[in-house]
Nanobody, 115 residues
Framework: QVQLVESGGGLVQAGGSLRLSCAAS????????MGWYRQAPGKQRELVAR???????YYADSMKGRFTISRDGAKNTMYLQMNSLKPEDTAVYYC?????????WGQGTQVTVSS
């Protein structure tokens, strides 16, 4: 089992920045990759960014150049640095951990960007 706890969400004005954190615990050795997803009201959950154990990263097109995903192995924590935030970035952001047999999810953290 893997437990994920997100933090760092909040209310920010357009153009501002936030850093989300995801602390992982439990069977961390089983994680192959981690990622951030988001879900806005009335919309499907979408991938924001992903990072593998080898450090390879992937970003959704609309996040490229604005968001940065990273991991701190010593702290078992993943981060999402979000800059130049837009109102359309408003959503619940979820942490995801992928293993060979399943995916684990955090409880989500709300990000609200005001115009």
């Amino acid at each position: 089992q893997v437990q994920l706890v997100e933090s760092g969400g909040g209310l920010v004005q357009a153009g501002g920045s936030l850093r989300l954190s995801c602390a992982a615990s439990g069977s961390i050795f089983s994680i192959n990759a981690m990622g951030w997803y988001r879900q806005a009201p009335g919309k499907q959950r979408e991938l924001v960014a992903r990072i593998t154990n080898s450090g390879n990263t992937y970003y959704a097109d609309s996040m490229k150049g604005r968001f940065t995903i990273s991991r701190d192995g010593a702290k078992n924590t993943m981060y999402l640095q979000m800059n130049s935030l837009k109102p359309e970035d408003t959503a619940v952001y979820y942490c995801n951990a992928q293993t060979a047999w399943t995916n684990y999810w955090g409880q989500g953290t709300q990000v609200t960007v005001s115009s």
